[in-house]
């Protein structure tokens, strides 16, 4: 038997070949059919993750309609039986590609629930749906930024829905109604999975990618068009079926295949149709296999409150519940409680890039090196010098002053009522761990008055504390999976300079024509107007490999500030990258500095040109506070204790270098420096072990010194004098009378 007329059941098991020519039949005939491709896609949602997609047009080909196919054993491992009597009359092809072998499935009308009273899940058919187009939008923006992108709203954009590969930010209009925004994400989300290697070429490390593709790569993905749009509509039409939101609603629509697939449709054979519905598949299953697992960790609804009819009626039998069927309606709230707060957050971000144009702020940052495209990618803005136009812009866009105000965004004036906090000022939008605006930082004006701060951040709000935001991790955090290595630096511009000037290198050495991807690729980071905090060291240690594939490369500024801040993250960034370096850059300069005077290349340059472990500064730093005094035996012999009480406070990885640095500076023999280690050592570990309060020697008895690796042998431990114990206090009472 070479062929069946669709629609028609085998009913006796054929050969590999002669299904393959059924489906191919079948294809054809769907491809010239202008609902043909819909009818392809919903066979897909039934059998497609499960058996692939020209199965699924093979189960179509026999029995059109007939829902979910499965083997016998797929039907027994779900809870199912074949019902007496069934016989099987669908067939696929199984096995390896080398030696396909026919195989039989049974569709759901004959099978019944192993277990009377129970109801088992179909095989393939998720258990979890979202329930509603917010909720399956929330799912896939968690899944965005799972993946590294962040998902902006912006108010309006000229390219529509699109996803900017260098910024890894996808833009969906905030005007989208929800089940449209769900699908134009899912659409992005698709170029994401499909498309992998257009991204890998923004990131660092990456290699330039190659082989055929729907469309070129380019900045962002408005330009989709052909097979290209059809595939991500495609796997988005899979997508929002799964999480049991209507395609039509979303307003995805498909014409023939054959309108799509070429310029010449009759060219068009089966194997193309097989190929592209194979990839749309695999990229769908990705991304709703994510998208389940996000939307099991939610709540279920609560259970409906029973009827006092039905509180009253007698329950007749006793049975085994039944397995509900979770759907996952709450509204979204992705990932902070109060998502009215990321809302007005996003829309004042937008009401302050529309104002960039033609601002001083514009020409500051040009002036700095940024220029409008990278403007663009860090979405840098201006806020106006008046007292009232982002609170006038947010009111007539329906947000609440209550929420204004909770962002951080408007405070009372002297008079009561409310103006703006961010006024005159070139406008930095910070983004949280998931990718969402929490808040904003302000740069002045060079000619501000006197007394005005130079930066302004907004407020500690419900979702935004400086110490717990490390500016540019939301960013690059995709890069830093990639295997990018993380900078920190001190100030914002300086996060924006390094990331463009590592951007610059590698693009450099693509046009350059370089077969292996650029070595020592940098991800900026900052804290942002605070010190560095044990939060911000751990959000980066959680992202990346800071102990030994990526150590931190610290880039602080040459002044007294930087000299400080150098021993204060000695202290916090060893425990996690006790490899820790910092670049050898030219005499009082920071990177912003550089990128603004050389450019991007020079500062990539400097970056790479040469480093010392950060342990080097942080001694300097302690070294050089006793500069004065150590001509004198009293301030050497200060310095030195210093500096031991900094190496036995981190413990470096190689104690040797930094005793002999000290020796070097101090004039202290390499003996006695190791040995005021090894007494610091003991003293931190008598304080941690000894309660307080507690008198006498250590109980935890002396420390192992031959552990500690020092390359010179310690000074024996002189034994120290116990302090008397003090006198007892007098009880409380009366004085007694005197006789």
């Avoid at 954009?157 to 996803?163: N, R």
């Amino acid at each position: 038997m070479a062929s069946a007329s669709p629609g028609r059941a085998i009913g006796h098991q054929s050969s590999p070949a002669e299904l393959r020519a059924i489906a191919d039949q079948h294809l054809i005939a769907r491809a010239a059919d202008p609902d043909g491709w819909y009818r392809l896609l919903a066979a897909a949602a039934g059998n497609g993750q499960r058996h692939g997609f020209a199965n699924a047009a093979l189960i179509d080909a026999q029995q059109p309609g007939s829902g979910p196919a499965a083997t016998h054993d797929e039907w027994a491992n779900a809870g199912w039986r074949i019902r007496k009597g069934q016989h099987a009359h669908i067939w696929i092809i199984a096995g390896h590609a080398d030696m396909p072998v026919a195989t039989a499935v049974f569709t759901n009308d004959q099978v019944r629930p192993a277990r009377t009273g129970a109801r088992p899940a179909l095989p393939g058919i998720a258990r979890i749906s979202a329930g509603s187009p917010d909720r399956a939008l929330g799912a896939l923006v968690a899944l965005a930024r799972r993946s590294g992108y962040t998902v902006t709203r912006p108010e309006d954009t000229a390219d529509g829905p699109c996803t900017d590969w260098d910024q890894h930010t996808i833009m969906i209009p905030a005007s989208t109604p929800p089940a449209a925004a769900a699908a134009a994400l899912a659409h992005q989300l698709a170029h994401i999975v499909r498309h992998a290697d257009l991204a890998a070429a923004s990131l660092p490390g990456g290699e330039t990618p190659v082989g055929d593709r729907p469309h070129q790569p380019g900045p962002i993905t408005a330009d989709c068009y052909g097979t290209a749009a059809v595939e991500a509509d495609s796997a988005a039409w899979l997508v929002l079926t799964r999480l049991g939101v209507d395609p039509a609603e979303a307003g995805i629509s498909f014409p023939a295949a054959r309108i799509w697939a070429g310029p010449d449709w009759r060219s068009l054979s089966a194997r193309v149709i097989a190929a592209v519905g194979e990839r749309i598949v695999a990229t769908a299953k990705q991304i709703t296999v994510h998208a389940d697992k996000v939307l099991a960790d939610l709540p279920g609804p609560p259970a409906p409150a029973p009827s006092p009819a039905s509180a009253q009626a007698p329950e007749p039998t006793q049975r085994r519940p039944a397995a509900p069927r979770v759907t996952a309606a709450d509204p979204a709230r992705w990932p902070y409680p109060d998502q009215a707060l990321v809302m007005v957050n996003g829309a004042a971000a937008a009401f302050f890039r529309a104002r960039l144009p033609g601002s001083w702020a514009a020409a500051y940052l040009a002036g700095r090196g940024f220029g409008p495209e990278i403007c663009r990618r860090w979405q840098l803005g201006y806020a106006p010098d008046g007292w009232t136009g982002l609170l006038d812009h947010l009111r007539a866009a329906g947000y609440p002053d209550a929420v204004i105000q909770a962002a951080g965004l408007v405070r009372p004036s002297s008079l009561g009522t409310l103006i703006d906090v961010f006024r005159n000022r070139a406008m930095i939008p910070v983004r949280g761990i998931h990718g969402q605006i929490v808040g904003f930082a302000g740069r002045a004006p060079a000619d501000a008055g006197e007394g005005t701060p130079k930066y302004l951040n907004t407020a500690t709000t419900a979702i935004f504390r400086k110490d717990h935001v490390l500016y540019g991790l939301a960013e690059t955090g995709a890069a830093l999976h990639a295997g990018a290595r993380p900078a920190l630096v001190e100030g914002y511009f300086d996060v924006i300079a390094v990331n463009e000037a590592s951007r610059a290198r590698v693009l450099a050495g693509t046009s350059a024509g370089d077969a292996a991807p650029s070595p020592g690729r940098l991800a900026g980071v900052a804290p942002g107007g605070t010190a560095l905090s044990t939060h911000q060291i751990e959000l980066l240690a959680g992202t990346c490999d800071l102990r030994v594939s990526t150590p931190l490369l610290v880039v602080l500024d040459a002044d007294q500030g930087g000299r400080k801040a150098a021993i204060r993250d000695y202290r916090l960034i060893t425990p996690y990258s006790p490899a820790a370096t910092t670049p050898v850059l030219p005499e009082r300069a920071d990177p912003a500095a550089i990128f603004e005077k050389d450019g991007p290349l020079a500062l990539a340059g400097a970056l790479a040109g040469g480093e010392h472990p950060l342990a080097d500064i942080a001694v300097d730093a302690v070294l050089n506070s006793w500069a004065g005094k150590l001509q004198w035996a009293e301030g050497q012999l200060g310095a030195a204790r210093a500096a031991a009480r900094l190496l036995a406070e981190t413990r470096p990885d190689d104690p040797a270098r930094q005793v002999a640095r000290v020796q070097e500076r101090t004039g202290v023999p390499f003996a006695e420096v190791t040995a005021e280690i090894l007494a610091a050592l003991e003293a931190q570990e008598a304080a941690q072990a000894r309660p307080k309060g507690a008198l006498g020697p250590d109980p935890a008895g002396p420390v192992n010194r031959a552990s500690l690796e020092f390359p010179a042998p310690p000074r024996p431990a002189s034994p120290r004098p116990l302090r008397p114990p003090k006198p007892p206090r007098r009880t409380a009472g009366r004085r007694p009378p005197r006789h």
